[in-house]
């Protein structure tokens, strides 16, 4: 129930944290329009400003060519009628200068607009005619004709001239403030779409806010009742283990009484056979001394039956049933140890386990040196508290079959290593021995069980004590290995035991 809940969590978790995500992005996409609207507003405005400012720009143009215009009209009118008066010539002189550069500056600042480029022709037109005809007013009065002069200023109708031109500034100016207006629209028009998406991307974000907040409360909540529900579920736990780890206790003990009396049980019987095989023995020797003598005195009363039976076939017996008794005592020895290391008392206390590897390697000596083998600690071992008797025979199971279960292609080689992993420890006993079927990783562990060629003594009893041992200690025993590439052993184990037995 308790893994039920722990995995619905982890789903709602995991659905939360999607959720949040997806938020997220929509609040990032939402930013980003506002940013990109933003840019392309700005530009928006910034090419509006420059067309509103050349829009007037052009209009400060059409004012000043216009202002020339009416400045040389005017002086030469004042001058027609005071030609004594050399201020209005200078005047008209500097006007008539003045309008080709304010006529060119007009026309560079219209020359992308076709309606102002037409009226600026006609409006150049008409100011060249009349420029033409302000030459030769000025010209008479100059040779003293200042009657003819203004004959002709009289005919030539200037003030419809004039008036022209005026209409000609008139309509350019129009045409200006018809330009200024679209341009005001459009950035009024962009003004408006950018308040548009600012207040669309800040109503996606308050609600992608509003959504997350809503979500992470939701999930709180979810998570502090579903902690609640662990936290009763694992005080329930806790005393169901301790009721189950009580039950196994009890159960171990009796498993290992009834090892033990079961080893003792067998043992009776298997003294009695014991003892009567050696009486058979000992009968069967007297016997053969009896068919020597019977051969050697009254052959004929002896047949080949009698012979091999008294010579061969009796004697063959009698040893398979004591190679049978022996085999069957030393298994009963390898039970009653198991039996007595289960009710052995543990003991922690600090151990140096380099110096446990080179006490193992000192013991080991002459048969290291027979196959030139070495044992080598790679780096520092961890540090240990564990009980000393049950580390040493884990390590001198593992080392011994090392040796034992050698490849006689190459020398010994076997490397400790561990380190420390958080409060736990772990320890590895690598070889180049002759390797391990991977079929038989969990078999080799089991009792009586052995693997690959049994050209070596035993009866199956090391590597299963070996688990038994560690499983005792808190830890778990796993094994590496393929034929023909060596072994790896690796311990996991508390590195401070904790004893939860009583002894």
Excluded at 76 to 91: E, H
Excluded at 126 to 151: H, K, M, P, Y
Excluded at 163 to 175: G, K, P, Q, V
Excluded at 405 to 431: E, F, N
Aim: proline share 3%; hydrophobic share 45%.
């Amino acid at each position: 129930m308790a893994g039920e809940r722990e995995q619905r969590l982890n789903v709602s978790e995991g659905r939360i944290g999607r959720l949040l995500v997806a938020f997220m992005a929509a609040g990032f996409v939402a930013l980003l329009a506002a940013g990109i609207a933003a840019a392309w507003v700005t530009g928006q405005l910034a090419q509006h400003s420059q067309a509103v400012a050349h829009t007037y720009q052009v209009e400060l143009a059409i004012a000043d060519i216009r202002r020339l215009i009416e400045q040389g009209e005017t002086t030469r009118r004042g001058y027609l009628l005071a030609p004594q008066t050399p201020g209005f010539l200078t005047a008209y002189r500097e006007a008539a200068a003045g309008l080709p550069r304010a006529a060119q500056k007009l026309r560079r600042l219209t020359d992308d607009n076709p309606r102002q480029i037409g009226n600026l022709r006609l409006l150049e037109a008409r100011i060249g005619a009349l420029g033409a005809l302000r030459e030769r007013s000025i010209l008479l009065i100059a040779d003293g004709r200042v009657a003819q002069a203004i004959t002709e200023f009289r005919a030539e109708l200037s003030a419809a001239r004039l008036r022209e031109i005026r209409a000609t500034f008139n309509a350019m100016s129009r045409e200006e403030r018809r330009l200024l207006a679209e341009r005001d629209a459009e950035q009024q028009r962009s003004l408006a779409l950018f308040y548009t998406v600012l207040i669309v991307a800040g109503v996606l974000l308050l609600v992608v806010a509003l959504a997350s907040l809503l979500v992470v409360l939701r999930f709180t909540g979810d998570v502090a009742q579903s902690r609640e529900q662990l936290r009763q579920l694992n005080e329930s736990l806790e005393a169901i283990v301790v009721d189950r780890t009580a039950d196994l206790t009890r159960a171990n003990d009796e498993i290992q009484r009834f090892a033990y009396i079961v080893s003792h049980d067998l043992r009776s019987p298997l003294v009695n056979v014991m003892g009567f095989t050696a009486e058979l023995e000992a009968s069967s020797a007297t016997l053969r001394a009896l068919v020597d003598q019977a051969e050697a005195e009254a052959p004929a009363i002896l047949t080949e039956d009698a012979k091999l039976a008294a010579r061969e076939d009796l004697p063959e017996a009698i040893g398979f049933i004591r190679t049978s008794t022996q085999k069957m005592d030393r298994l009963i020895n390898a039970i009653l140890a198991l039996s007595r290391q289960g009710r052995r008392v543990l003991a922690p206390e600090p151990l140096d386990l380099e110096q446990m590897v080179s006490s193992i390697r000192d013991s080991m000596a002459h048969r290291l040196d027979e196959t030139d083998g070495t044992i080598t600690v790679d780096g520092t071992l961890p540090h240990l508290i564990s009980d000393r008797v049950a580390i040493e025979q884990v390590l001198s199971n593992l080392i011994e079959n090392a040796v034992k279960y050698r490849d006689p292609k190459r020398p010994v080689a076997i490397r400790v290593s561990g380190a420390q992993a958080g409060d736990r420890v772990w320890l590895s006993v690598t070889d180049n021995g002759r390797g391990i079927d991977p079929r038989d990783h969990e078999r080799v562990f089991d009792l009586f069980r052995r693997s690959g060629v049994q050209d070596q003594p035993g009866e199956g009893i090391g590597l299963a004590h070996v688990r038994a041992l560690t499983y005792r200690l808190g830890g778990t025993i796993t094994l590496r290995s393929a034929l023909g590439e060596g072994a790896t052993f690796r311990l996991s184990l508390p590195s401070t035991l904790n004893l939860q037995e009583k002894p």
